[in-house]
C-alpha cells in the first residue's frame, strides 16, 4: 500500500502570528532577562520571521539568541511561562491549514510540521493539529539548564534532508505528497514532493511557484488554537510553556522527529 505524506511548514504557513512575544516582559519580570535584550526579541521577532530574513541574518539572530539564552534555569522558564501561558498566550492559527490537516487525515495521509521552531512549542502544537510526526527545534539541557549548543540546522536544505529520511523511514511516496509553506527558503522542501503549494507565499517564493506552476493557497482566517482543537493535557501545557522560552530566547535549531500514534 502506498503512503502519502503532508508535510507542513509551521510558521506563517499553519500559525498566522506570533503569540511568543507575549513572553518577553514575563522573562523580564522574573530576572531571566534584561529590558534590552527584551527589546532586541521583540523586534527580531526570530522565530516567526525566519521566512523573511536572509542567511547572514538569520546566522546572526540565531548566534545572538543562542547566547542570551545559555545558562537560563528550566524549572524558572517553565514556571514563569506556564503562568503567562494560561492567561496571555493563545497562538492563532489558519482555519484554513487546520481544515487542510484535517483532510489529509481523511484521506488516509500522514501529516508531519516541519518548523525551524523549537521541538517544545513545535510537538504540542503538532499534538493538539493532530500531526504525526514532527521535524524542529530543540535546546540542549544539562543540569537543569540550557547550554546553547546546536546539534542540527532545520533551514532550507536540512529541511529537504528531513523530508526524505522519513520518507525512507516511513516508505511516503514524495511524488504522490504534499509540501506547504509561506517562504523562499523552503523551496528545497517543496521541490521534494509532487504537489508543492506555497501558502500566503512571499514575493521571491511567489515568483517560484508561478514559474514552476505550483499552486498558491491564500489563508485568511486566523482562530484562537484553544478554541479550535481540543484543550491539551497538563504535561503538553509545561511542554509548550518551555518552547514559548525557547522560541523567544532561541532560534537554535536542532530537528528531531516524533512518532505520535493515531488517536493518542
Given at each position: 500500500?502506498?503512503r502519502?505524506?503532508?508535510?507542513?511548514?509551521?510558521?506563517?504557513?499553519?500559525?498566522?502570528?506570533?503569540?511568543?512575544?507575549?513572553?518577553?516582559?514575563?522573562?523580564?519580570?522574573?530576572?531571566?532577562?534584561?529590558?534590552?535584550?527584551?527589546?532586541?526579541?521583540?523586534?527580531?521577532?526570530?522565530?516567526?520571521?525566519?521566512?523573511?530574513a536572509?542567511?547572514?541574518?538569520?546566522?546572526?539572530?540565531?548566534?545572538?539568541?543562542?547566547?542570551?539564552?545559555?545558562?537560563?534555569?528550566?524549572?524558572?522558564?517553565?514556571?514563569?511561562?506556564?503562568?503567562?501561558?494560561?492567561?496571555?498566550?493563545?497562538?492563532?492559527?489558519?482555519?484554513?491549514?487546520?481544515?487542510?490537516?484535517?483532510?489529509?487525515?481523511?484521506?488516509?495521509?500522514?501529516?508531519?510540521i516541519?518548523?525551524?521552531?523549537?521541538?517544545?512549542?513545535?510537538?504540542?502544537?503538532?499534538?493538539?493539529?493532530?500531526?504525526?510526526?514532527?521535524?524542529?527545534?530543540?535546546?540542549?539541557?544539562?543540569?537543569?539548564?540550557?547550554?546553547?549548543?546546536?546539534?542540527?540546522?532545520?533551514?532550507?536544505?536540512?529541511?529537504?534532508?528531513?523530508?526524505?529520511?522519513?520518507?525512507?523511514?516511513?516508505?511516503?511516496?514524495?511524488?504522490?505528497?504534499?509540501?506547504?509553506?509561506?517562504?523562499?527558503?523552503?523551496?528545497?522542501?517543496?521541490?521534494?514532493?509532487g504537489?508543492a503549494?506555497?501558502?500566503?507565499?512571499?514575493?521571491?517564493?511567489?515568483?517560484?511557484?508561478?514559474?514552476?506552476?505550483?499552486?498558491?493557497?491564500?489563508?485568511?482566517?486566523?482562530?484562537?488554537?484553544?478554541?479550535?482543537?481540543?484543550?491539551?493535557s497538563?504535561?503538553?501545557?509545561?511542554?509548550?510553556?518551555v518552547?514559548?522560552?525557547?522560541?523567544?530566547?532561541?532560534?537554535?535549531?536542532?530537528?528531531?522527529?516524533?512518532?505520535?500514534?493515531?488517536?493518542?
Amino acid at each position: 500500500m502506498t503512503r502519502i505524506a503532508a508535510f507542513f511548514d509551521l510558521d506563517k504557513t499553519i500559525i498566522a502570528r506570533s503569540s511568543t512575544l507575549a513572553f518577553s516582559k514575563h522573562f523580564q519580570a522574573g530576572g531571566l532577562i534584561t529590558r534590552a535584550a527584551m527589546i532586541r526579541s521583540a523586534y527580531t521577532q526570530f522565530v516567526y520571521v525566519v521566512g523573511g530574513a536572509d542567511h547572514d541574518q538569520m546566522e546572526k539572530m540565531r548566534k545572538a539568541l543562542s547566547e542570551m539564552v545559555t545558562g537560563w534555569n528550566v524549572a524558572t522558564v517553565k514556571e514563569i511561562v506556564a503562568d503567562t501561558l494560561h492567561n496571555v498566550v493563545d497562538p492563532l492559527v489558519y482555519e484554513e491549514a487546520v481544515q487542510l490537516i484535517e483532510q489529509h487525515h481523511a484521506q488516509g495521509h500522514d501529516v508531519i510540521i516541519v518548523s525551524a521552531s523549537g521541538t517544545e512549542l513545535v510537538e504540542p502544537i503538532g499534538e493538539m493539529l493532530g500531526a504525526d510526526h514532527v521535524v524542529a527545534t530543540q535546546m540542549e539541557i544539562e543540569d537543569g539548564r540550557y547550554t546553547g549548543e546546536i546539534a542540527l540546522y532545520a533551514y532550507r536544505e536540512e529541511k529537504a534532508r528531513a523530508v526524505k529520511q522519513l520518507a525512507e523511514r516511513f516508505g511516503y511516496d514524495l511524488e504522490k505528497s504534499y509540501a506547504y509553506s509561506d517562504s523562499i527558503t523552503d523551496t528545497p522542501m517543496l521541490e521534494e514532493v509532487g504537489h508543492a503549494f506555497a501558502v500566503n507565499p512571499d514575493k521571491d517564493l511567489r515568483m517560484v511557484a508561478k514559474e514552476r506552476g505550483w499552486e498558491i493557497l491564500v489563508f485568511n482566517k486566523p482562530v484562537a488554537l484553544r478554541s479550535r482543537v481540543l484543550s491539551p493535557s497538563t504535561p503538553t501545557l509545561a511542554a509548550l510553556a518551555v518552547g514559548g522560552a525557547v522560541a523567544i530566547a532561541g532560534g537554535v535549531i536542532w530537528a528531531g522527529t516524533k512518532r505520535r500514534p493515531r488517536g493518542a
